[in-house]
């Protein structure tokens, strides 16, 4: 029935309050919102949450008044307690009718009444507010809001649809106050145009509430809301700037003017590091140092510092010069910072310039960047870039169990295909190197690590190069069959790959497929320009197999007809090798 639904909107009433106190960008509307879920609560007859709703609203500046009337009403009904026949609702109304016409004539002090009783009376919920605002209609505007033409009026309304929750009752409002010119206009536009404002911001208005802001700083500069307007003005337009780069030129005027309007406010310091940071994204570092080394001691101090080191980075070369001293000024940063997302942001900055070094320095990346996940789990968009930078420290630096689990985190991202292989190609050669180089004994953790990364290259770029790689490397581990696979995939594409012709060659020949090996040397040596260093390769294999197969004469046959052929320096190497066999193979 009507009490049911009348409940139901009263919850939907706490709800839509409770999520403007998520955010307080707007202390009245913040105080307004609190206020107006304490009234929801106290006719759900929840009397405990009412008070301590309107407690702690009854200590705002902004709506402290009607709050302690209210309070005083919610601990009335917790304890019982009937009200005085002096608060009859019904005689105050009365008496609000009485007080509204008088009101619009100026006089502050009965606006000062006739506002505190409106809001006093609404304050009962119920049907009260509605009734409240309908009064103020019917004697100010001839029965609709519409018809209401006194700046008093209009303020009231707007006030009063605050009070309820119902913020889209006032742009109308204040759009009516612009053509009302009364000798309140002075005095109440400014907070109409306030109230608009602040309402179109806390529900995601940013660039209709940076134009409100605008609009009262324009007329009245010199209102008491003058520095908060011109404060949320720019926070506004920093926000709407995220969606529509156009309005950046604003966000920068509305900077500048409240730094020249508020040097010593207590925004100024936030209003100095975004200029520094606009500045810093237009690449400008000489004004940003400028507006950071301004902001002074506070919650934005270590935002400034950081700030100011992102732009030494910035003016880093190609070389070391002045790397290592922004590199240690890095790690004292990360060292003191107190505020982990700062600390993250500062700690994966380091670790780039480490790794920009000439010879990088991966033993400070790895050191940076160890635990990075753990020590900054809210820095979420700052992981992947954290692992790809570590991963390759420790790959480079032979941390290769550690490596292993960086490189399976890795390939469980979710990165840009370009990108992902960019990193795999810089992590697969270096790996490839290291099995190439290490002592036998070390060599199989990096040759499985670089199968495992070619791997994945081979099958998401279809590239022939990894393919041809991963051969080498599956033939180097041992598995002949693999390898031989991935050479002749390539060669039904390319049937002229050297690359893929030797590596199938030399698959072949340690598979025992000597005569397939022998094949394959033939089309490299029929492909091959005689004595240079692939012909002569091919030449040293067909010799070796032959005298191994026992062919021993067709072997020396061919190794002698190769004698003083050799066009290249690795053609002479190997014409000195067959002259080394000569005499295994020619007795």
Same mark, same amino acid.
């Given at each position: 029935g009507d009490a049911a639904k009348k409940r139901a909107l009263l919850q939907k009433a706490v709800e839509g309050f409770s999520q403007f106190l998520l955010v307080n960008e707007v202390p009245e509307i913040y105080a307004d919102s609190l206020y107006g879920r304490g009234? $929801?609560?106290?006719?759900?007859?929840?009397?405990?949450?009412?008070?301590?709703? /309107?407690? $702690?609203?009854?200590? #705002?500046?902004? =709506?402290?008044?009607?709050?302690?009337?209210? %309070?005083?009403?919610a601990r009335r009904r917790a304890s019982g307690r009937k009200g005085s026949a002096e608060e009859d609702p019904e005689a105050l109304l009365a008496r609000l009718g009485d007080l509204l016409p008088r009101a619009t004539g100026g006089d502050a002090a009965v606006e000062k009444d006739a506002t505190a009783l409106a809001r006093g009376l609404a304050a009962r919920g119920g049907p009260w507010p509605a009734r409240v605002s309908s009064l103020v209609a019917e004697k100010l505007g001839g029965g609709a809001p519409a018809g209401v033409h006194s700046t008093y009026g209009l303020f009231l309304l707007a006030q009063l649809a605050v009070d309820r929750g119902r913020c889209g009752d006032v742009p109308p409002l204040a759009d009516a106050s612009?053509?009302?010119?009364?000798?309140? !206009? $002075?005095?109440?536009? *400014?907070?109409?145009?306030?109230?608009?404002?602040?309402? @179109?911001?806390? #529900?995601?208005?940013?660039r209709e509430a940076a134009e409100r802001f605008a609009t009262l700083l324009r007329e009245f500069p010199d209102s008491g809301h003058a520095r908060d307007a011109a404060?949320?003005?720019?926070?506004?337009?920093?926000?709407? @700037?995220?969606?529509?780069?156009? /309005?950046?030129?604003?966000?920068?005027?509305?900077?500048?003017?409240? /730094?020249?309007?508020?040097?010593?406010a207590e925004g100024a310091a936030e209003a100095r590091y975004l200029l520094a940071e606009l500045h810093r994204a237009?690449?400008?570092?000489?004004?940003?140092?400028?507006?950071?080394?301004?902001?002074?001691?506070?919650?934005?101090?270590?935002?400034?510092?950081?700030?100011?080191?992102?732009?030494?980075?910035? #003016?880093?070369?190609?070389?070391?010069?002045?790397?290592?001293?922004?590199?240690?000024?890095? @790690? #004292?940063? =990360?060292?003191?910072?107190?505020?982990?997302?700062?600390?993250?942001?500062? $700690?994966? %900055?380091?670790?780039a310039v480490a790794a920009g070094a000439t010879p990088p320095d991966q033993g400070a990346v790895v050191?940076?960047?160890?635990?990075?996940?753990?020590?900054? *789990?809210?820095a979420k968009d700052l992981h992947p870039r954290a692992l790809e930078l570590?991963?390759?420290a420790r790959v480079a630096t032979g941390r290769l169990e550690e490596a292993s689990r960086d490189l399976d985190a890795f390939l469980a991202l979710r990165a840009g295909a370009a990108e992902r292989r960019g990193t795999l190609a810089r992590v697969g050669r270096e790996l490839a190197t290291r099995a190439e180089?290490?002592?036998?004994?070390?060599?199989?953790?990096?040759?499985?690590?670089?199968?495992?990364?070619?791997?994945? %290259?081979?099958?998401?770029?279809?590239?022939?190069?990894? @393919?041809?790689v991963l051969a080498d490397l599956d033939l180097r581990a041992g598995d002949a069959a693999a390898a031989r696979a991935l050479y002749e995939e390539v060669l039904k594409t390319d049937g002229a790959s050297a690359e893929a012709l030797r590596g199938a060659a030399r698959a072949a020949a340690a598979q025992g497929d000597r005569a397939h090996a022998l094949a394959y040397w033939r089309r490299v040596l029929d492909a091959s320009p005689p004595g240079g260093t692939a012909w002569y390769e091919a030449r040293?294999?067909? =010799?070796?197999? /032959?005298?191994?197969?026992?062919?021993?004469?067709?072997?020396?046959?061919?190794? !002698?007809?190769?004698?003083?052929?050799?066009?290249?320096?690795?053609?002479?190497q190997l014409e000195a090798r067959l002259k080394e066999m000569e005499p295994r193979v020619c007795r």
């Open positions: 009234l $929801a609560f106290l006719e759900l007859g929840d009397t405990a949450k009412a008070i301590e709703d /309107l407690s $702690a609203a009854a200590d #705002t500046p902004q =709506v402290g008044a009607k709050a302690r009337a209210a %309070l005083e009403e612009e053509g009302v010119h009364d000798g309140a !206009r $002075a005095r109440l536009r *400014p907070e109409i145009l306030y109230l608009d404002a602040g309402c @179109r911001l806390n #529900t995601g208005q940013a404060y949320y003005r720019f926070r506004a337009l920093d926000v709407a @700037r995220a969606s529509d780069a156009s /309005l950046t030129p604003a966000y920068e005027q509305a900077l500048d003017a409240y /730094l020249s309007a508020y040097p010593r237009r690449g400008d570092c000489q004004r940003a140092g400028a507006e950071y080394g301004q902001v002074g001691a506070g919650p934005f101090a270590a935002r400034a510092r950081l700030g100011d080191l992102e732009c030494r980075v910035l #003016t880093l070369g190609k070389g070391n010069e002045g790397r290592k001293e922004v590199l240690a000024a890095l @790690r #004292t940063f =990360v060292h003191d910072a107190s505020d982990k997302g700062l600390g993250a942001r500062a $700690a994966l %900055l380091g670790a050191e940076l960047l160890d635990g990075f996940e753990q020590r900054y *789990p809210d570590r991963l390759a180089r290490a002592a036998p004994a070390e060599q199989p953790p990096a040759l499985a690590l670089a199968r495992k990364v070619y791997t994945v %290259l081979a099958r998401e770029s279809g590239d022939a190069g990894s @393919r041809i040293v294999a067909q =010799v070796t197999l /032959l005298a191994e197969d026992g062919q021993k004469a067709q072997a020396c046959e061919l190794l !002698r007809a190769a004698r003083g052929r050799a066009t290249s320096a690795g053609g002479d």
